[in-house]
């Protein structure tokens, strides 16, 4: 059997889109994690596939390239909303959720097969520290710690180590390493649980890395630009004074359609 997909990336996140409106795609894991390798499959950091819906105007189901499934992804929450905007779903505020709850996201423009997104994340409600590191959940667990210079850090090595380290993060932990770079501006690497390496780009990553910098260091300050390896995102928020408390935190960043395809169920 022939199935329909498309594939879209979000600064350099990439993801295999399908659009499961009528049941005939079963995710299974090894299937998916097939389907994201990039040497046997189309190749991603994810795989999306959007559903039906009696409430919102459709679902997310989120899985990681390993083929788990995930609760939820910043930069591929995205990329859907727009995967919904070219299949005429919704209007320009889409309505939609996902494992960790419901997510409105807003067309902010489109030139082409691309466009910006805007997303609603999860509140952020507890954060935890230690010895030069902090960790919260931001739709997924997030590990933040700060360092002088980003190149020299090995972050598949360190990041690997620090997200397996099940007596801290007994359900593993996203890794993000972050060097403030002025006020409201920061850079970040990320070493991704479910993909198991350094991507281009994280979207609760980066808006992890925002409130934190928040919360450790720029208290007056909740609007951050976020400099990724595949380019450029945006995170605002409010915070509740002197509490761990965020509320209204939108991600935003550019979203495209790379290219469309079909695969043969039966080759993966």
Known sequence: MLTLFAKYEGAGNDFILIDNREGGFTPDPQRIARLCDRHFGIGADGLM???????????????????????????????????????????????????????????????????????SMGDVRTIRSGAGWWFLNTGVPHYVEFVEELDPIDVCGRGRAIRYDTERFPQGTNVNFVRITDKGRISVRTY??????????????????????????????????????????????????????????????????????RFETENF
């Open 49 to 119: 596939t959007l559903a039906r819906s009696t409430e919102e105007d459709c679902t997310m189901r989120y899985f990681n390239a390993d083929g788990s499934e995930g609760e939820m992804c910043g930069n591929g929450a995205r990329c859907f909303a727009l995967f919904a905007e070219h299949l005429g779903i919704g209007g320009e505020h889409k309505y939609f959720r996902a494992v960790d709850g419901l997510h409105t996201a807003t067309i902010r423009r489109t030139k082409g097969l691309g466009g910006s997104v805007e997303l």
């Open 192 to 261: 991704e649980r479910g993909v198991e390496a350094e991507t281009l780009a994280c979207g609760t990553g980066a808006t992890a890395a925002a409130i934190i910098t928040n919360f450790v260091v720029q208290p007056d300050t909740n609007h951050y630009e976020i400099t990724v390896p595949g380019g450029v995102l945006s995170v605002r928020f409010s915070r509740e004074p002197h509490t761990e408390h965020y509320t209204d935190i939108r991600l935003t960043g550019p979203a495209r359609r790379v290219f469309e395809g």
